[in-house]
């Protein structure tokens, strides 16, 4: 039941009763697991290049590149507190007048620390950061080495200092250049430049907080014109927010509504999957997608990038062969050779398992059938070699109604209690580095509703934790999961180096974030 404050907090939302309502009942009933049924490899799901292959499919994209409308979609909303969980462990459990860093990563069997404090002059924030310290603590000099540590972490992540774990990850000083540093956000603006712009012109979306929203404009404000003017490149830079109307409750451990201190509905942005109302809203010919942590040098970033060319010469070659197929379909002078041959594409090069009583279908239905089929958003997906990274992977699944489809599937939609399911786990080879290009117009040139190709099953519930407590709370479908779960997918295998999330803070000593 649920008061009058509380239907007017609702409401001022945009969410309906209703609505809520069903959040409640799947968090209640439990969430609904994927049915895998093989996990893709190369040559089932997964295909792979050669070399020759590789350039042919980059020439192709080039070829078309300046002809295109192209934009660069960036999910930048988090903020950065994750990265820094363990020297937030560090600032509350270590005493500098009765510990040492060594022995205390020794009882707390903490070798983050250890390599954060043995590497430090190598960060890129380091000098600001030694800089905050000695305008606000004139004896730091006179500090011993542990005092000092526990100072450099302090002014890092205390609101008064410099408050890292606040900014989102994107505004972090993530890579320095000699004596400039530069941000997440600044490299992706570099990245862009080298194959998602056409005719000297790099659009660029990012998905923010409304918190964060000044600090990234500020950001492009103070690096634009230098960037610009380097690059020979204009950028049209947007941003979003999560809608809130796609915010969801929690419940309790008693499965009660998990309620603020004053009483009020605890409201929770529903992860990334909300992001697909963001993404709907670009009206572009091609889409390319990348996590905004998932960036590296400049050196190391041009080899990386003609992997995401390839990924877009895959999509123009499958995309130009479904819209000539959808026109030969309007004609309705196709024969049963014609028939065939788009069946086998759609099997073979879209993944797409045909009805196995396609033969006997009339012409009119065959027709409505490989139509329904073709005329759907295109997403090829960069796949990498499994490593024992966290997180989803390429599998075919079978839903409700016996459909088997090729999926990317997160590790949460998983049910691990059965063993059929676990198997098919451990034999799969690649992992999703989340690494997409888009096609979301049809054959006619006009855009997709992307609203009409979700799974709102695959939606999944996982715990959290808001002020100490535990709640269940509910996330929709992944914005590459559930939320692309009928769109047609191609998934090409691609280096490992294309990888290379910041996870912790300690990931920005990798060489890839480091220059040589």
Known sequence: MFSDKDIKQIKSKGITIEQVNAQLSRLKNGMTFSNLVAAATIGKGIESYDSKEVNEFVDLYESKQNQLSIVKFVPASGAATRMFKFLFQFLSNFNPSKDNIKKYAETKNDALITLFTENIEKFPFYKEVISKIKSEEPNFDTLSEDEKYLQIVKIMLDAKGLNYSFLPKGLLPFHKYGETVKTAFEEHLFESTLYASSNGNANLHFTVSKNHQLYFSNELSRIREAIEEKTNTTFNVSFS????????????????????????????????????????????????????????????????????????????????????????????????????????????????????????????????????????????????????????????????????????????????????????????????????????????????????????????????????????????????????????????????????????????????HQVS
């Open 241 to 512: 927010y999560q809608n809130e109307a796609t915010e969801t409750v929690a419940l309790t451990e008693e499965n009660d509504v998990f309620r603020k201190e004053d009483g009020s509905i605890l409201f929770r942005p529903a992860g990334h999957g909300a992001l697909i109302e963001n993404l709907n809203k670009l009206d572009n010919d091609i889409i390319f997608i990348k996590n905004i942590d998932n960036i590296v040098v400049s050196d190391r970033n041009i080899s990386v990038s003609n992997y995401k060319k390839l990924l877009a010469g895959v999509l123009i070659e499958a995309q130009e062969k479904v819209f000539e197929y959808l026109n030969k379909l309007d004609t309705d002078s196709l024969d049963e050779t014609d028939f065939k041959v788009i069946a086998l594409f759609l099997r073979y090069r879209l993944n797409v398992p045909i009805v196995a009583d396609f033969e006997d279908y009339s012409a009119d239905k065959k027709t409505a059938y490989l139509k329904d089929k073709l005329n759907r958003p295109i997403r090829v997906c960069g796949m990498v070699k499994n490593q024992g990274e966290p997180g989803g992977g390429p599998f075919w699944v079978k839903d409700k109604d016996g459909n088997v489809s090729l999926q990317i599937v997160e590790f949460a939609q998983i049910n691990f209690s059965k063993k059929n399911q676990q198997g098919i786990v451990y034999k799969a080879t690649h992992f999703n580095p989340t690494d997409l290009v888009c096609g979301v117009k049809d054959y006619k040139g006009n855009k997709f509703d992307l609203s009409n190709f979700i799974d709102p099953e695959a939606a999944f519930i996982t715990t959290k934790t808001q002020n100490g407590v535990d709640i269940d709370a509910l996330e929709l479908p992944g914005l590459w999961n559930g939320s692309m779960a009928y769109w047609n997918s191609i998934f090409v295998e691609v280096p490992l180096e294309t990888f290379n999330p910041v996870k912790t803070v300690n990931d920005l000593l990798k060489p890839v």
